[in-house]
């Protein structure tokens, strides 16, 4: 094995979001009601997407694939947070940290990227409308999705390698609900500055760079925005816009905030809270988000009431 002679625990304990028996109850019905949403809203476009003709274009294609990476995202993670909510003994064996740590990782940077791609997509629809059909076809729309997805899990692999590989000593307790990089991490007692650096420039590639793409993306949608006669328009735009960012916020900036810090100024509890962020509360804000507004997802719904209704 890779980790032979090295020191390290057969298997952590998750402190969890909290100890408190009471506060776990409340916690264990919002992650349930949360999980549930998360499910629903998100199986639900996928099946719109794939039952209703004018939903197959490459936008909503993209929206689908957001919504399959949201469901295994929120799955890696929260029904291991229920269980352990109901548990007295939090622990959780190397093996599955390993596993969980890589899936969630590989998920997170799949989203990173689909994010980015998504809003290149709105820059063409908008911008080059002309030209969208020719540069974001069916075919290259599901090579960019294949080719995220392969991306995102072979870049996780030295990721997750170089952190399992470090010398643990004191204790296996990890103050968090799941294990992530940093976490696991702060148990090493060995210095961690080639790591730090390798991970820092990882992220900076993985979260930087799409932002920087979904940011001028974005400029030039309200700029050609700007343009638009209607006042009417405008606003409608603007709203959804402004929607989509805000989502595009708060999943970046959560990640960003737990990724790229430097280990000395972290706050576990504080970093608990960030983590549910892009965990639990995008992966429900998205469906709403990227639907609320959206004339063919009402129009596929309602389809959808008369047909189960008849």
């Known amino acids: 094995m890779i980790w032979k002679n090295k020191t390290f625990a057969i298997e952590f304990i998750l402190l969890g979001l ?20 998360i499910l629903f809203g998100n199986f639900s476009i996928i099946f719109l997407c794939l039952t209703d003709n004018n939903l197959k274009t490459p936008m909503y294609i993209f929206l689908s694939s957001l919504s399959l990476l949201d469901i295994c995202f929120a799955t890696s993670t929260v029904p291991r947070m229920l269980k352990d909510l109901l548990s007295v003994k939090k622990t959780i064996s190397f093996e599955e940290c390993a596993a969980q740590m890589f899936v969630s990782l590989s998920l997170g940077v799949c989203e990173c990227i689909l994010l980015a ?5 709105r820059y063409i629809a908008i911008c080059n409308p ?14 960019i999705i294949l080719g995220n997805w392969i991306f995102g899990f072979v870049q996780s692999i ?20 799941l294990c992530e990089v940093p976490e696991v991490l702060s148990l090493a007692c060995t210095s961690l500055f080639i790591i730090e650096c390798f991970l820092f420039f990882a992220c900076s590639f993985i979260l930087m760079i799409p932002v920087a793409l979904i940011v001028i993306s974005y400029i030039k949608i309200i700029i050609t925005i700007l343009k638009i006669a209607s006042s009417a328009g405008r606003k409608k735009a603007f709203s959804t816009c402004g929607s989509h960012m805000m989502v595009v916020t708060l999943f970046y900036g959560s990640a960003i905030a737990t990724y790229m810090k430097p280990r000395s100024i972290s706050l576990p509890e504080i970093d608990k809270i960030i983590s549910v962020f892009y965990i639990i509360i995008t992966p429900i804000l998205n ?14 719904i309602n389809k959808c009431k008369i047909q189960y209704c008849k």
């Open 18 to 37: 909290s100890d408190h028996p009471k506060t776990q109850c409340i916690l264990f019905v919002f992650l349930l009601i949360a999980y549930v949403m």
């Open 117 to 121: 791609v998504m809003a290149y997509d």
């Open 130 to 143: 002309l030209r969208y059909t020719s540069i974001i076809s069916r075919s290259v729309c599901i090579r």
């Open 158 to 177: 030295p990721v997750v390698i170089f952190t399992l590989n470090v010398d643990v000593c004191g204790h296996n307790k990890i103050n968090h609900f």
């Open 287 to 300: 469906p709403l988000i990227y639907t609320l507004r959206n004339k063919d997802i009402k129009i596929a």
